[in-house]
């Protein structure tokens, strides 16, 4: 909440987090609704993007190293208007050890990029979320 709290007022919640896969869950209400009585695309984002952070954060906890994250870029789809609880999941923390494995190694920066998609209750892809996220051995 303290770290995130757009995320958390807007009703993003974590709800599962392994060396794999991060699920997070966000139900479509006002205060995160968009004019066209849809998801906001931003609170998908938040909640993406949130999956694919929370790997690479828990990640970078266990190397036990000094290791800078940042978003450098990212690109989203939207396929279906997001109603009810949408449930994104990253599912790529493999890809995240390869990186940070490669950072420490080499002493260069890394990039990975990483998908989270969105699915409503229905099991129906709402939206799909890159990020390419950066990874640098502090000094």
């Known amino acids: 909440m303290f ?7 807007t009703g993003v919640r974590t709800k599962s987090l392994n060396d794999t896969t991060c699920i997070v869950t966000v139900k479509h209400r006002w205060a995160n609704q968009n004019p066209f009585n849809s998801m906001f ?7 993406a993007e949130l999956t694919t952070g929370a790997l690479v954060m ?8 000094k290791v800078s994250m940042l978003v450098a870029s990212n690109n989203a789809s939207f396929t279906k208007k997001a109603t009810g609880r ?4 990253c599912n790529e923390g493999n890809k995240i050890d390869e990186a940070i494995t490669n950072a420490i190694e080499t002493g260069e920066g890394q990039t990975v990029w990483l998908n989270s998609k969105g699915v409503n209750a229905d099991g129906v892809e709402v939206s799909a979320f890159n990020f390419e996220w950066t990874l640098k051995m502090k000094s």
Do not use: D
């Open 58 to 65: 828990k990640k970078i906890r266990e190397s036990g190293k």
């Open 86 to 89: 949408i449930t994104f999941t």
């Open 41 to 47: 695309w931003a609170v998908q984002g938040m909640a």
């Open 3 to 9: 770290k995130l709290p757009a995320a958390y007022f």
